[in-house]
């Protein structure tokens, strides 16, 4: 066994990566029973740019896949039935899902709406036996099915998933469950594609195949030294990887680096007023879902692409945080008047807000001048009054009580003028 391999003290760690199977698919079979066992996709429309969120195993059959186009999804399955989103639905059913992972332990990291980590190495029950409840549980009380690996660390256990999965294909959801024993990490990923790796995308997997690697033994078989030497700092992370070594912890709590929104058009748009019409909804979008986070950010983005498929994006830091709409706004529009040609058809457009803080709680200035005056108002009203009943002798006002008295009179005067002339 590797001794560096993920270890909480003396005790070897146990991880559950968690996955619901064809989860948005299986929230629409749990509803309408006539869709189990056949083709169907959850997207967006044919005659649009509708693309495939989800399949179910029974369309995949065909080749559909996700992130597939629909008109595609139809041509290669013409009998396919397409069913909208509900992300409304398919939220509260994660939800019930995330509840009863938590109940198992608290030691959860979602990482999306359908598949999260589970940290069981300090429960008395063996790792085995609380993952197949778990799987269990969901199955019976949520009528959803759920794929689960179970390894030392969440390299091994998420890698489990996916081979579980390849393995369990057929017209219905795998319901797969993967245990890699504590030890047998390398042997296990050895002769899986090195696609399959963390880190390994198509072009590191282009530049490994050059060197003799195919299998993620081939890698583990490298020296580290020569790894960092093609990859750099990168390469010491796929020799780690490689021999199924991960220390990544669990992240019960994430907060988000950006928040963004972004729209394909039905048809491409060339007309100025309408992506600007556009870029204004979207950053209202993205004011409201940093208001109601409590977040404020520093840099906008914008995220334009072309009817080529040809995709660019821009970036400007603000002076300040922000979480107002205007403020996004006007720096997006800023950053697409540089790189837009009017009349240059637009297919895609996105805004967002990253560098993401904490809004801070404290008043504003003027709201603090704005309290300040609404006092002395009071005061005013507490001294006409003791004059009215015994005498403009009976209280006058100090030096600084009549400066400061004076400053809140020129604020309002100030306010007045500023409220005439905004806008």
């Given at each position: 066994?590797?001794?560096?391999?993920?270890?909480?003290?003396?005790?070897?760690?146990?991880?559950?990566?968690?996955?619901?199977?064809?989860?948005?698919?299986?929230?629409?079979?749990?509803?309408?029973?006539?869709?189990?066992?056949?083709?169907?996709?959850?997207?967006?429309?044919?005659?649009?740019?509708?693309?495939?969120?989800?399949?179910?195993?029974?369309?995949?059959?065909?080749?559909?896949?996700?992130?597939?186009?629909?008109?595609?999804?139809?041509?290669?399955?013409?009998?396919?039935?397409?069913?909208?989103?509900?992300?409304?639905?398919?939220?509260?059913?994660?939800?019930?899902?995330?509840?009863?992972?938590?109940?198992?332990?608290?030691?959860?990291?979602?990482?999306?709406?359908?598949?999260?980590?589970?940290?069981?190495?300090?429960?008395?029950?063996?790792?085995?036996?609380?993952?197949?409840?778990?799987?269990?549980?969901?199955?019976?009380?949520?009528?959803?099915?759920?794929?689960?690996?179970?390894?030392?660390?969440?390299?091994?256990?998420?890698?489990?998933?996916?081979?579980?999965?390849?393995?369990?294909?057929?017209?219905?959801?795998?319901?797969?469950?993967?245990?890699?024993?504590?030890?047998?990490?390398?042997?296990?990923?050895?002769?899986?594609?090195?696609?399959?790796?963390?880190?390994?995308?198509?072009?590191?997997?282009?530049?490994?195949?050059?060197?003799?690697?195919?299998?993620?033994?081939d890698l583990a078989q490298i020296p580290e030294i020569e790894l960092a030497n093609i990859f750099g700092k990168h390469g010491w992370d796929l020799?780690?990887?490689?021999?199924?070594?991960?220390?990544?912890?669990?992240?019960?709590?994430?907060?988000?680096?950006s928040i963004s929104n972004e729209t394909t058009f039905s048809k491409d748009v060339s007309d100025r007023q309408t992506l600007y019409n556009r870029?204004?909804?979207?950053?209202?979008?993205?004011?409201?879902?940093?208001?109601?986070?409590?977040?404020?950010?520093?840099?906008?983005?914008?995220?334009?692409?072309?009817?080529?498929?040809?995709?660019?994006?821009?970036?400007?830091?603000?002076?300040?945080?922000?979480?107002?709409?205007?403020?996004?706004?006007?720096?997006?529009?800023?950053?697409?008047?540089?790189?837009?040609?009017?009349?240059?058809?637009?297919?895609?457009?996105?805004?967002?807000?990253?560098?993401?803080?904490?809004?801070?709680?404290?008043?504003?200035?003027?709201?603090?001048?704005?309290?300040?005056?609404?006092k002395f108002h009071r005061v005013q009203e507490a001294i006409k009054t003791v004059h009215e009943r015994f005498g403009k002798d009976a209280l006058?006002?100090?030096?600084?009580?009549?400066?400061?008295?004076?400053?809140?009179?020129?604020?309002?005067?100030?306010?007045?003028?500023?409220?005439?002339?905004?806008?």
């Amino acid at each position: 066994m590797n001794n560096e391999n993920s270890t909480v003290g003396e005790k070897l760690r146990r991880i559950i990566h968690f996955d619901l199977d064809a989860f948005f698919c299986a929230v629409e079979e749990k509803y309408n029973h006539s869709l189990r066992g056949k083709p169907f996709a959850v997207g967006g429309s044919p005659e649009g740019r509708g693309v495939v969120a989800s399949c179910s195993y029974a369309a995949r059959r065909y080749g559909v896949r996700s992130a597939m186009p629909m008109a595609r999804a139809l041509r290669l399955c013409p009998n396919l039935i397409v069913l909208r989103s509900r992300h409304g639905e398919y939220s509260k059913e994660s939800q019930e899902v995330m509840k009863r992972l938590r109940a198992v332990t608290d030691l959860v990291q979602q990482i999306s709406i359908d598949e999260a980590f589970l940290d069981v190495t300090n429960l008395a029950e063996s790792a085995e036996m609380i993952a197949h409840r778990l799987q269990k549980t969901i199955r019976e009380e949520l009528s959803l099915p759920c794929s689960i690996g179970l390894a030392s660390n969440k390299l091994v256990a998420k890698i489990a998933t996916d081979v579980g999965k390849l393995a369990s294909r057929g017209v219905g959801p795998p319901n797969a469950m993967t245990i890699v024993p504590p030890g047998t990490e390398a042997d296990f990923l050895a002769p899986l594609p090195v696609e399959m790796l963390w880190g390994v995308g198509p072009k590191t997997a282009e530049r490994l195949e050059r060197i003799g690697v195919i299998t993620i033994g081939d890698l583990a078989q490298i020296p580290e030294i020569e790894l960092a030497n093609i990859f750099g700092k990168h390469g010491w992370d796929l020799a780690r990887r490689a021999k199924g070594i991960d220390n990544s912890p669990i992240v019960t709590f994430r907060q988000a680096k950006s928040i963004s929104n972004e729209t394909t058009f039905s048809k491409d748009v060339s007309d100025r007023q309408t992506l600007y019409n556009r870029i204004d909804t979207l950053s209202e979008s993205v004011a409201k879902r940093l208001k109601k986070h409590g977040l404020q950010g520093k840099t906008v983005k914008i995220k334009l692409r072309w009817s080529d498929f040809t995709t660019l994006t821009r970036q400007m830091t603000l002076f300040n945080p922000t979480a107002d709409y205007e403020e996004i706004y006007h720096a997006a529009i800023k950053l697409v008047r540089k790189v837009w040609q009017p009349g240059k058809a637009v297919r895609l457009v996105g805004v967002g807000v990253s560098g993401l803080e904490d809004k801070p709680k404290q008043l504003s200035l003027w709201d603090v001048n704005r309290e300040s005056e609404e006092k002395f108002h009071r005061v005013q009203e507490a001294i006409k009054t003791v004059h009215e009943r015994f005498g403009k002798d009976a209280l006058t006002l100090g030096f600084h009580g009549k400066n400061v008295l004076e400053n809140n009179r020129k604020l309002s005067k100030n306010r007045g003028h500023l409220g005439d002339n905004d806008g």
